[in-house]
């Protein structure tokens, strides 16, 4: 896909930081009182980009500053657990980026298993969130899928590696910002949030702050952990996550890497042969979590030692029954909802907005 695909915004971002774009700057809010920015261009790259600057409210006067080149749409103190949890994907994705950017995690793939039953198409045209979007890998296939303009939000310092990431592209906007206090009007055409929801303080308030900025016709997808099946991990791992969420990260990092390697042992050697085969398709119902091992089994061994950190690391998590998630969408007031369990041990829904 080239740049001639945007239509009228291929240069909207640039735009953004050049002078006050009316369709820029009735997409940006103030987090704290809704109000409309104001820009302060202090250091100006040669791609357009402010490297440093401020955006001011004009009701509240609340001024956010942009450094390295990502306005950082955060309003007041976050709780501690909160904190620390951000911190802690802020450094996992900040190094897991050059191990997995290009790999089968970042897939087009299984990005569209995460949000079925949307398909590429869905993008085509259309003003998307990436709601936690991390090192920017997903935001980098809304784009790639053809979406018009493509805002990816994270809370953590993971969003220096997503803007690297996606700073080349002229409809791709990396804010750091709060779910629950979007710093957005109400245009997206179409949110997502993938692996996110779960470690936020509120996850059903974060969903509900995510539809609320969707517009009627507009839709919404999230993944999240399932309490199904993860009963073992509840009351097994999730005692010892709240020991390890505290270690030092480079510590717990490196521990990753050495449980990584007889798990990776296990799935591509016993769980990745079993999945591939026919024959042996009548030993899946007997083995351990087989669903998500096998998942696991198409993947490397430093991307397998990512994900044991991406598990060990978070101070909060929490498992949704779906139940609880399907009363999310209802609550919301969303319609057509499609919800579907992933990998035998989370929940994956989409739904749409309904037209006023």
Known sequence: ??????????????????????????????????????????????????????????????????????????????????????DAFGFQWQRANPVIKDRRLSSPELFLDFIHPVDASWFTGKIVLDAGCGMGRFSLTAHRFGARFVIGLDLSD?????????????????????????????????????????????????????????????????????????????????????????????????????????????????YGPVSRSRLLQPLRAAMFYFDYMAFLSQFGYREQAYVIFDHAVPVIAKYIRREEFAEWFEAAGLERVVITMRGGNSWRGFAEVPQE
């Open 158 to 270: 993971a969003v220096e590696a997503a803007f690297e990431n996606t700073r080349h592209l002229p409809n791709v906007l990396i804010l750091q910002g709060d779910i629950l206090r979007l710093p957005l009007t109400r245009t997206i055409e179409y949110a997502f949030s993938i692996c996110v929801l779960h470690h936020t303080a509120d996850p059903r308030a974060a969903f509900l702050s995510l539809a609320s900025r969707v517009v009627p016709g507009g839709s919404v997808s999230a993944w999240v952990y399932g309490r199904e099946r993860n009963g073992w991990i509840i009351y097994g791992l999730d005692p010892i996550r709240r020991v390890t969420s505290r270690l030092p990260r480079r510590l717990l990092l490196a521990a990753a890497y050495g449980v990584a390697v007889p798990l990776t042992l296990v799935t591509k050697g016993i």
């Open 1 to 86: 896909m080239t740049d001639d695909n945007l239509g009228p915004h291929r240069w909207c971002r640039i735009e953004l930081f050049m002078r006050p774009d009316p369709f820029i700057v009735d997409l940006l809010r103030c987090p704290a009182c809704e109000g409309a920015f104001a820009l302060d261009a202090r250091d100006t790259a040669a791609d357009g980009h402010v490297i440093a600057g401020a955006l001011t409210c004009r009701a509240c006067a609340a001024e956010y500053p942009i450094v390295r080149g990502i306005p950082r749409l955060v309003s007041g103190a976050l709780a501690a657990d909160v904190a620390d949890t951000a």
